[in-house]
């Protein structure tokens, strides 16, 4: 049989993100973005091998986007198409794995989306206007928390009345699901261990960031919780607080409460301590030049990380390696050592040659002899979106 073809669509509110993947290429055959949907500003770009192009798409919705993507994915893949496989963000406890769409799981994507309301209405409409335009296609779901529900009841379970979690689902989630599941496995590839009797505790960073608990291929825990707000100091996500933080505003400021959510949501982590940027990279550079904020941004995002992750560490009964991913974690290398440096009771410790190496891309292990495995490992949750289809159409 030869080698397939799968297409992977992660649907924003105004955005579609695609690539197409073959099953024995590491690179993209094809891969682009559809931005600014709804808007006279809609645009279309897409890269083939070194070739960049554009189409302007005035107004253009998800649907109108996806009809002139067709024909440049059709022509990439010498008009062989054998799936699609759609990034969906929750999947409560309907979904532990991918699934295929239809009725049944569309009805329970929709049921869901009081949960992800920023997100899974946005997905919606990608598959629809995919199932649509290619409706003979297989078409898959892969669910960013599906990964996570391998946790036990007692990682999961809010301390809260039991009705809020039996009636309304109210629980720990956890998401990147398929970057923590795509990082492990080729972390374990690299250290010449099988997947299933392998131990690991990942840090997933960028713009959202997450830890997660992997041993034996599943796992057991991870930062995130009923939505993507809970955790770690993101680019402007708050992370942990005082749950009753959303209370003492109220009573003494006068906010409601979608001025509180839109605060921790969008004017927190990152942006709001340093005042400057939730963008990593200008705040090293702003460190490096004295700036006060941006200094105490990225200690409290490296404590806050190392906290996490030696509380991940409950979950498992032995350590085979950390993990650095995501965009932040694939090129920093600051927060990689910095962050280390707060893990010493772990044994933890990085070779600077090592760690500095290990950036833009490149893949390996950054820790120092005779200490425990510390690898960087880029993600590409694309790829595992389309392993995941694969696996069903098998």
Known sequence: MSARNILVINCGSSSIKFALVNEAQETFMLSGLAERLGSPEAVLHWQQGEQKDSLVLPGADHRLALSHLLPVVQQAAAGKLHGIGHRVVHGGEHFSGASRVDATSLQAIRQVAPLAPLHNPANLQGIEAAMKLFPDLVQVAVFDTAFHQSLPEHAYRYAVPQALYAEHGVRRYGFHGTSHHYVSRQAAQMSDLA?????WLVAHLGNGSSTCA????????????????????????????????????????????????????????????????????????????????????IEVFCYRLAKSLAAMSCALRRLDGLIFTGGIGENSTLIRSKTVNHLSLLGLQLDAQANAHCVRGVAGAIHADGHPRVLVVPTNEERQIALDTLALLD
């Open 195 to 199: 997947y299933d009797a392998s131990s």
């Open 214 to 297: 992997v041993e034996n291929g599943h796992s057991r825990d991870t930062s995130m919780g009923l939505t993507p707000l809970e955790g770690l100091v993101m680019g402007t996500r708050s992370g942990d607080v005082d749950p009753n933080l959303h209370g003492h505003l109220a009573r003494t400021l006068g906010w409601s409460l979608e001025r509180i959510d839109s605060m921790l949501n969008k004017d927190s982590g990152l942006l709001g301590l340093s005042g400057l940027s939730n963008d990593m990279r200008t705040l090293e550079q702003a460190r490096e030049q004295g700036h006060a904020g941006a200094t105490l941004a």
